[in-house]
């Protein structure tokens, strides 16, 4: 493994100390800088134009350590970059895997290796790319994988059809095997499809999303079932994410539904936040200040206040967006001390092709005469 990674980054993400970070699953990777509630945020492309080929596709993005001093990037030709985001701005490590696996849904750090969590069910643990540790199989259809901040020995994983599980990666086997909710009024079987996954605060809670609308609450110490279930008519659930307020959650749907669920009470919806178009591809919110990041289906990126849901940001970022993280060690309310003055606002990915472009205009129309018949 090389120790310089061969990825070129672009000049105007080295001017600036990003708070946000955005990928898509065409390739483009970007950062964005607050300056505060009143000012216009700024984002610049990190990578270089030439790097947005079909090989380089973002599948998966997450920290690579607690500290947040690197951005790990799962790529859907199976690598796996390291993008150190405070001092160097670079990306400094990229290590190839292997794709017989399938598409890479989850990435993390363990033991300073790469762990990886594939759609097959295949969870593996990277040292080099020629050595590789098989930890368990997660089972097909998997679409999600988190990995506990607090005790690095356990994720939970699951996907279509594949129930939420517990797994202790040291001793490579699962400790909780969550139990479908019970059947409906019809008494039909409920679907299982989770789409996102987690850890609440306390760290010995869980909760889960699905396509079918549910959001459910699961103590693994208690029972397999949810203890706390919630189903919202009419919305997919696509994302989720916990609030400042250790029972509170929100969640976001695929109609553009913004909603903060209160963990102790069945079916209660505090509030929802207004304003996206299309589905919630991923939402975020700041562990200390009541501020939610999402980013949805129409391209912007929007920041909302938890507490009077006002909209206070809304940021258009050129391409569709799918992977969120957010810097827990900044203030959306205080305005930064360095000066970004010579940093334009809003930069387009295809700026650079359409400035040689010749400028084609109208030719005037002809007036015609009417003639009496």
Partial sequence: MSEMCPIKVTEDSLKLDFHVYVGSETGPFKGVHFQGLNETPIYKNILALEQLIPSCYITAMNWSDVEENNIMLARINGDICIYESRKLKHFNRCLPTDTKHGRIVGVSEYEGARLTAFDSGVVKNW??????????DAGKNLKVM???QTDRNVIATGGHEN???LWDLNEKKCTFEAKNIRPDELQLRVGVDVSGITFLSNNRNLATCSKYGFAHIYNPGSQRRPVISTKVPDNAFSCITTAPNENHVVVGSGVGNILLIDLRKTNKIVSKYK??????SAIACHKTEP????????????VHNLNT????H??????????LLVRSDFSFEKSPSAATEDIVAVESDSEDIFKDLEKVEDKPRKKRKLTNA
């Avoid at 304003?275 to 919630?280: A, T």
């Avoid at 809304?314 to 992977?323: A, E, Q, T």
């Fill in 127 to 136: 040292v080099d790319e020629e050595k590789d540790q098989l930890l368990l």
């Fill in 146 to 148: 988190v990995h506990s």
């Fill in 163 to 165: 129930q939420l599980r």
């Fill in 275 to 280: 304003g996206c178009s299309g589905c919630v």
């Fill in 291 to 302: 501020y939610i990041v999402s980013l949805s289906l129409d391209r912007y990126l929007r």
């Fill in 309 to 312: 849901t006002a909209l206070v």
């Fill in 314 to 323: 809304k940021v258009h970022m050129i391409s569709p967006l799918n992977f």
